[in-house]
């Protein structure tokens, strides 16, 4: 069996809700209007009563043998005129004047009349000949004693009458309240469905569950960004990458320092802090979706890659390099010219060796040798000069090698760039390592350069230095640019 949906159930729960309310409501002004009707006919039997016991025809009549006989003609003229159901005009004992029914005449009066003796004016509802009614007793004085009394009374059948007639009215305006409830309750009910998409409170729960539990499960950052540029959803992973406070959500971008990266666009690279990510930002209807990946290992890992690559081209490149060498010796050695084909193996094995030597025995840390070496190949190849200064002394530095290959490998390859020179000191000791690059080429100044996207080609996509600065920073050191010399230093882990 389907559950209700939630829209359904709001359906039946607001129309029970505005139904009670409704019936409620109208039963108390039905209650309300009955006590208002009845009030209001005490205080107008009273008014009639007060004014029939002050008028001096009553007084005159009283002194008469038969004062029925004026008196009675009397009364129903004040009763047809004011609208009361009975004026009875009595002896002090209650023996009737008056009465609507002229065989009640000379009859006891129904009801209490000890207030009224005692020269007080008074209302109740008490039963009489003529059924129940809301009555008003008052004394009639002369001479500072009672001489008479009079009553003045509404039938409560004729208040009920007046009270149906105004609950036509009321049942008119219920129903219009209900109507206009039920319409008003079934439009929100159709857009609550719209919303939920006629889920029950169960899937509901359900979704929001699994929503809330992949959100925060994924290791890559997702965020939502309004189109007022406010952070509406920030998960886990995005708050650890992007460095986040807990308060992000509801807060705008520009507040956050995150403009920049969540541009809307393709896929970029952005530094933050000491990561590399991948920022994707895709417009939709309800803002920007934003994606963020952690690139730093992968960058690292990339980095020390290209240095084996490039390592390994300049070894194919020396390898080439030397096969020609060893033609021309081999074509020397067949022209008979053999002192000349020994001394031209000989000063190119010299030269090599020499690098070799010289990288080696400088620089410990084998995968730093193997960088410089192919950098130094890769340079003549460009038609440049990479030169390892002769007082380089680097013993095992003790640092993550991978991060030693981003900072010196970014270097000299700017200065390769840059110049046609460019020459790399290295050196050591207890305190911590110092990096030197230098090039005759024309320098720059300022720490923009360490910042994402700046680069001498004009591109705007230069993210190797920035990379070196993030590294120096990882390893807790510091970084120094005058001219065309690059200064680094890093502390012993």
Aim: one cysteine or more; glycine letters at 10%.
């Amino acid at each position: 069996m389907r559950r209700w949906s939630l829209a359904g159930q709001m359906l039946v729960l607001q129309l029970l809700v505005v139904a009670v309310t409704v019936a409620g409501g109208a039963a108390l002004a039905l209650v309300q209007a009955r006590e208002l009707l009845t009030e209001e006919a005490g205080r107008t039997a009273s008014a009639v009563a007060v004014s029939v016991a002050a008028s001096p025809d009553v007084l005159e009549a009283l002194d008469e043998a038969d004062p029925s006989t004026r008196l009675q003609p009397y009364a129903e003229r004040v009763r047809t005129a004011t609208g009361v159901d009975f004026v009875t005009i009595m002896q002090p004992d209650g023996t009737r004047y008056t009465h609507p029914n002229r065989a009640e005449i000379g009859k006891r009066f129904l009801g209490h009349t000890g207030r009224a003796l005692a020269g007080e004016t008074f209302t109740e509802t008490y039963t009489g000949t003529l059924g129940a009614s809301r009555r008003a007793v008052t004394p009639v004085m002369a001479d500072g004693r009672v001489r008479a009394l009079v009553s003045a009374g509404i039938t409560i059948d004729r208040i009920s009458g007046r009270l149906r007639d105004q609950l036509a009215w009321g049942a008119l305006i219920v129903a219009l309240a209900l109507s206009l409830g039920a319409a008003g309750t079934w439009l929100v009910t159709a857009r609550l469905r719209r919303q939920t998409h006629g889920l029950g409170p169960v899937e509901l729960g359900r979704i929001h569950e699994h929503h809330d539990a992949v959100l925060h499960a994924v290791r890559e950052g997702l965020l939502l960004v309004g189109r007022d540029g406010t952070l509406t959803l920030c998960n886990d992973a995005a708050r650890l990458l992007l460095g986040l406070p807990a308060d992000a959500e509801g807060r705008h971008v520009r507040e956050l320092g995150l403009a920049e990266v969540l541009t809307a666009g393709e896929e970029r690279v952005h530094l933050v802090g000491d990561r590399v990510l991948a920022v994707n930002s895709a417009a939709s209807r309800l803002g920007t979706v934003v994606t963020v990946r952690d690139h730093t290992e992968l960058q690292a890992l990339t980095g020390e890659l290209d240095a084996e690559r490039g390592f390994a081209d300049s070894l194919r490149s020396a390898a080439h390099e030397s096969a020609n060498r060893l033609h021309t010796v081999i074509t020397l050695v067949e022209l008979g010219r053999t002192e000349q084909a020994v001394a031209l193996g000989t000063a190119e094995l010299r030269a090599a060796q020499e690098l070799t030597d010289r990288v080696v025995g400088s620089v410990r840390e084998p995968v730093l040798a193997a960088l410089l070496l192919g950098k130094s190949a890769e340079a003549a190849e460009r038609g440049s000069e990479l030169v390892i200064s002769q007082d380089s002394e680097l013993d095992d530095p003790g640092l993550d090698p991978r991060e030693l290959v981003t900072i010196v490998g970014n270097l000299i390859d700017n200065a390769i760039d840059a110049a046609s020179r460019a020459e790399v000191h290295l050196s050591g000791d207890e305190r911590g390592v110092v990096i030197r690059v230098s090039d005759d080429g024309p320098g720059l100044t300022g720490p923009a350069a360490f910042e994402k996207g700046w680069t001498t080609k004009g591109d705007g996509h230069g993210l190797g230095l920035a990379l070196v600065g993030q590294a120096v920073r990882r390893l807790g050191g510091t970084i120094e640019v005058a001219g065309s010399t690059f200064t680094v230093r890093l502390p012993r882990s």
